[in-house]
């Protein structure tokens, strides 16, 4: 069953950097490929620039490195992937998962691809460069990784502080400009000073439920009803020891269900989405390593829940958000 899929997170672009020779088409060292997403049913992959520890002191033209990957390697391939950056294009991507018949050269519709940044660290501490990201069309930030930066507090950092003074100036220009904020790598402590202090809902676009599995970035359930209480999201992900708890065993597609059952209690029926990880990851649930094998999660989706309500978790929710918290193309941004 291949129905419309917005996926909130892969890791694709740090990849490339790396390897200057990898071909997004169907590359096997990659887990995203063009060819699986268009076998998937993938309508848009939101691209993660990520900066690895392993190239030591972050870098801004470590995130310039992996915008022109996107642009010059991404975009380009196959039928070309189209670059979502406003609310007039996420409207675009609605009209196009309803009406997929309409979609040009009638060979389905072409993917599309959102950039984030994950982790502040490669803007150096300036909030020049963070507005610079946003005017060459970056749309998410992941204010941290795992340990603390110039801007907060990461969730594995022991000290589990909040935002420092220059992080609250990045949350003020996040805000004013329509940055969008995604808290899956934050603190507990930043979680809720981010919640006080922003006046957008924010998205954690890769974590599970941590009733579920106790792993330090699932999210607790005060931390899922201030997200539902905000109109936030949240990307269920397929990081196995995200899934279960013990590592003993492969983790199978349907060990998702408790999270997603769990995320419903809790009053998250519409602001469940899929924040994947692949590419992010080296350990995959077995049966669903890989985009192309999001129809046989859907179908297995579909035998506990409603064709309406799957829809929704694989792209309706995502869409939604996307329509309402996207920057208009008149907004002021640069084009």
């Known amino acids: 069953m291949k129905l419309p899929v917005i996926d909130f997170h892969c890791d694709v672009l740090s990849k490339m950097r790396e390897d200057g020779g990898i071909s997004f088409q169907n590359d096997p060292k990659l887990d995203v490929t063009y060819d699986r ?27 310039l490195d992996q915008i022109d990957a996107f642009k010059n390697r991404v975009m380009k391939t196959g039928g070309g992937v189209r670059w979502l950056r406003w609310k007039e294009d996420a409207d675009e991507l609605a009209h196009t998962i309803q009406h997929p018949a309409a979609a040009k050269g009638g060979q389905g519709p072409v993917p599309w691809g959102l950039l984030s940044v994950e982790g502040a660290d490669g803007f150096e501490g300036s909030l020049f460069y963070v507005r610079m990201c946003y005017e060459m069309g970056v749309r998410f930030l992941g204010i941290t990784w795992n340990y603390a930066n110039w801007a907060a507090d990461g969730v594995l950092e022991k000290r589990n ?68 209480a905000m109109d936030g999201r949240i990307g269920m992900t397929f990081v196995p020891w995200f899934v279960r708890a013990g590592g003993e065993g492969p983790v199978r597609p349907q060990e998702l269900l408790p999270h997603i059952e769990h995320f419903c209690e809790l009053g998250a029926e519409k602001h469940l989405m899929v924040g994947s990880d692949f590419d992010g990851i080296d350990t995959w649930i077995e049966g ?14 579909c035998k506990h829940y409603s064709e309406d309500l799957v829809r929704n978790w ?22």
């Open 314 to 335: 694989l792209s309706g929710n995502a869409l939604s958000y996307l329509g309402t918290h996207l920057p208009s193309k008149g907004s002021g941004a640069a084009h």
């Open 288 to 301: 669903l390593e890989h985009p192309g094998l999001y129809p046989a999660f859907a179908e297995l989706l």
């Open 37 to 63: 997403l268009i076998q998937g049913g993938v309508s848009m992959q939101c691209f993660a620039i990520y900066l690895s520890e392993k190239w030591g002191i972050p870098k801004y033209e470590y995130i």
């Open 161 to 228: 502080g909040g935002f420092t003074e220059k992080g609250r100036k990045l949350i003020d220009l996040s805000n004013d400009i329509g940055l969008l904020l995604d808290v899956s790598h934050l603190s507990q402590a930043g979680f809720w000073e981010l919640t006080e202090r922003t006046n957008r809902p924010f998205i954690a676009s890769h974590s599970n439920a941590k009733a579920v599995c106790p792993h330090p970035r699932n999210l607790t359930d005060e931390q899922v009803r201030a997200i539902v």
